[in-house]
C-alpha cells in the first residue's frame, strides 16, 4: 500500500459510502509542506450531509484512526495528513532499494502491445530540428508505456512517396551529379530540392516536370525506381547515424510507399459500404456528422492522397500487431488529418478507430526563428547534437580536467541535453531552442539532473558501495523526508504521464528530485559517522537509482561521474 492508499483507506472507514479509488482521486498535496503530506477537501460532501464544510472536516477528523500517522489535523474545509517521516520514509527506501530496475512499475496495460507513428522524416532531405519533437517525446512515450507493462511498437512511417520525389528527380536529371551525390547525399539532394523549388516561380514547367517523374515512379519506370531507391538508401544511412546518437531503435520503416499496394482494399471497403461520394469528379467520404470537412480519397486524376496511404496503414497495423492504442506522435498542425482518418475507419465500422490517439505537439523555433525545408531554412539536428556534445565537453574539462572518459559522458551530456530541454516542456507548447542555455549544468537543465545523479554516485564511492541489506532504515529530519517523499511519488507520476502521454511530467518530476536532493546535501554531513549514517547513504542511493530510472525513461543517460 502506497501512501495514497494508506490516507484513502483511513478515510473509508468513516466515509463507507466511497471507495478507496474516489477518495485516492479526491486528495490533493499541499504546496506548503507546514500543511502535511496530503489535504483531503470536503466541500463536495456538504450537500449530501447539509452541513458546512469546515464542521464536516472536523467531525470526520475525530474518528479517523490516527496510528500510522504522525498527526491528523483540521484546517477549514480541509482534513491534513502528516505523514509518519520515520517508518513511511524507511518504507519508501526499503522498496526502491529491494528492486530499484522495477521501482515504479505498474501493470497498467498487461502487455496489451501498443503502435507508436514517430520520427517519420521524409527521404532526400536533411533531419533538421523539426524533427526532434516527434522523435524523442513518441521515444519517451515508448519508454513510458513500457514501464507500466505496455509494448511498444515504434514505427518510422518514413516519407518516402509523393510527388516531392518527382521534383526531386526532374531536379536531379538537371543538374544532378553523381559524385557529388555519392560525397555528401543529403546535403547536396537538399540543395537540388531547394534550387527547383525556389526557381519554379519563374519556370512553372518544372512543377509539370516534377508531376511528369512522380507518375513514371507510380508506373514502376526503370530509371525513377532506381532513383528513388538510390535516394531512400542514402538517406537511411544518414539518418541512422543521428538515431545512434539518439540511442533509438524502430520495430518498423515501412513507410508510405510500402502501402501503395494496400490501398485499392481500402477503396474497395468504401465502395461496398457505400461510403465514397463523387465531387467534382474526386471521391469523398462525406464527414459532417462529425462536424469535419469531406475526407479526399481520391483525385479527379484518379491518384490517391497521404490519408488513404494512413487508412491503408492503419488497418495494416491492427491485423499486424492487434494493438490496444494506436499512436501518432505527430505536429499539431495534423489533428484535423487524423480527426478524419479516425471518423472514416468509424464509418467503415472498425470499432477499435476509437484505439487511435494524435499526440500532438507545438512547433520548435531556433534562437526565436521559425525553420523551413522547401526554402532552406533549417537548421540539421545532427549539427545541433555535434555542437551539444562540443559544449559540453568543454565544461566538464572545466569542471573535472582528469575525468577518464570525458569524451563519452560529454555525448551522454550534450545528447542527453537536447533531449531533456524537449521533454520537460508540456508537449503542446512550442518550444524555443537556444543551445548555450540548454547545455548549462545549473538551472532546468537536463546536465542539472544528471549532475544530481552523479553526485549522488560520488558519495556511494567515498563510502565504500555500503550494503543495505537487513538493515533498518529510517529517514531522519524535514529535507530528508521532501527528498523521500518525492521518491515514494515515482510511481504515480509515471502512470499519470501514461496516461496523459505526456513525458514533461517525468521531466519536470526529475529536476524536482534532483533539486530536493541537491537542498538536502548542501545542508547534511551525509557521511558523519552516526547511527543514522546508513540511512542516509541508503536515501543516496535511492536518489541515484529513481533519477537515473526517470532519465531512462526519457531516453537520457546518467553518468556516474561528470
Do not use: C
Not at 470536503?42 to 490516527?66: C, G, M, N, R
Not at 533539486?515 to 542516509?536: G, M, P, V, W
Amino acid at each position: 500500500m502506497n501512501e495514497r492508499q494508506q490516507v484513502a483507506s483511513a478515510l473509508q472507514k468513516v466515509l463507507p459510502n466511497l471507495s478507496v479509488e474516489d477518495l485516492e482521486a479526491k486528495l490533493e498535496r499541499p504546496k506548503d509542506a507546514k500543511n502535511g503530506d496530503y489535504a483531503f477537501p470536503t466541500f463536495f460532501l456538504a450537500k449530501e450531509l447539509h452541513k458546512a464544510p469546515q464542521v464536516i472536516a472536523s467531525e470526520l477528523a475525530e474518528q479517523i484512526d490516527q496510528s500510522g500517522f504522525e498527526k491528523v489535523v483540521v484546517a477549514g474545509p480541509y482534513i491534513n495528513f502528516f505523514l509518519d517521516k520515520a517508518s513511511v520514509g524507511g518504507e519508501i527506501l526499503a522498496a526502491v532499494l529491494a528492486d530499484p530496475a522495477n521501482y515504479g512499475s505498474t501493470d497498467l496495460g498487461h502487455q496489451g502491445h501498443v503502435t507508436i507513428d514517430l520520427s517519420s522524416p521524409n527521404i532526400a532531405k536533411p533531419m533538421g530540428m523539426g524533427h526532434l519533437r516527434s522523435t524523442v517525446i513518441g521515444n519517451a512515450i515508448a519508454n513510458i508505456l513500457a514501464k507500466v507493462n505496455y509494448v511498444p511498437v515504434r514505427i518510422n512511417h518514413l516519407g518516402d512517396w509523393g510527388t516531392q520525389f518527382g521534383k526531386l528527380m526532374a531536379a536531379y536529371e538537371m543538374w544532378g551529379d553523381e559524385a557529388e551525390v555519392q560525397k555528401d547525399p543529403i546535403n547536396t539532394l537538399q540543395k537540388y530540392y531547394v534550387k527547383i523549388n525556389t526557381e519554379a516561380d519563374e519556370h512553372p514547367e518544372y512543377d509539370d516536370l516534377g508531376r511528369e517523374w512522380f507518375a513514371k515512379l507510380e508506373q514502376g519506370d526503370p530509371e525513377a525506381q532506381r532513383l528513388w531507391k538510390w535516394f531512400r538508401e542514402v538517406s537511411l544511412q544518414r539518418f541512422m547515424k543521428i538515431y545512434n546518437l539518439l540511442d533509438i531503435d524502430f520495430d518498423s520503416f515501412n513507410g508510405e510507399a510500402f502501402y501503395n499496394d494496400k490501398m485499392d482494399e481500402v477503396v474497395t471497403l468504401l465502395e461496398d459500404k457505400q461510403l465514397l461520394k463523387e465531387s467534382r469528379g474526386a471521391e469523398i467520404v462525406d464527414l459532417e456528422k462529425y462536424d469535419l470537412n469531406p475526407a479526399m480519397i481520391r483525385k479527379s486524376d484518379g491518384s490517391t492522397l497521404y490519408l488513404t496511404r494512413d487508412l491503408a496503414a492503419a488497418l495494416f497495423r491492427k491485423r499486424m500487431y492487434h494493438h490496444a492504442q494506436s499512436l501518432y506522435v505527430v505536429g499539431a498542425e495534423q489533428s484535423n488529418h487524423f480527426a478524419q482518418l479516425k471518423a472514416v475507419l468509424s464509418e467503415m465500422g472498425f470499432t477499435w478507430s476509437d484505439q487511435i490517439h494524435h499526440i500532438p505537439f507545438g512547433l520548435m523555433s531556433l534562437n526565436g526563428k521559425k525553420m523551413s525545408t522547401r526554402k532552406g531554412n533549417i537548421i540539421q539536428l545532427e549539427d545541433v547534437l555535434n555542437d551539444s556534445i562540443k559544449l559540453a565537453r568543454q565544461q566538464i574539462e572545466e569542471k573535472n580536467p582528469t575525468l577518464a572518459n570525458a569524451d563519452q559522458v560529454a555525448e551522454e551530456v550534450g545528447v542527453g541535453a537536447v533531449i531533456f530541454h524537449d521533454l520537460k516542456n508540456e508537449r503542446t507548447n512550442s518550444v524555443d531552442f537556444k543551445l548555450e542555455e540548454v547545455v548549462k549544468f545549473e538551472g532546468e537543465t537536463g546536465p542539472y539532473v544528471q549532475y544530481a545523479h552523479a553526485r549522488a554516485e560520488s558519495i556511494l564511492r567515498k563510502a565504500g558501495r555500503p550494503s543495505f541489506e537487513g538493515a533498518t532504515l529510517t529517514v531522519d529530519g524535514q529535507e530528508a523526508w521532501e527528498v523521500a517523499k518525492k521518491i515514494g511519488q515515482y510511481q504515480e507520476t509515471i502512470v499519470r504521464a501514461a496516461n496523459e502521454y505526456d513525458p514533461s511530467l517525468i521531466g519536470k518530476y526529475a529536476l524536482s528530485l534532483a533539486k530536493s536532493f541537491n537542498q538536502y546535501y548542501a545542508h547534511t554531513r551525509i557521511l558523519e559517522e552516526d547511527d543514522q549514517k546508513l540511512s542516509r547513504l541508503a536515501l543516496v542511493q535511492a536518489v541515484s537509482d529513481v533519477l537515473k530510472s526517470a532519465l531512462a525513461l526519457l531516453g537520457v543517460k546518467a553518468p556516474d561521474e561528470m
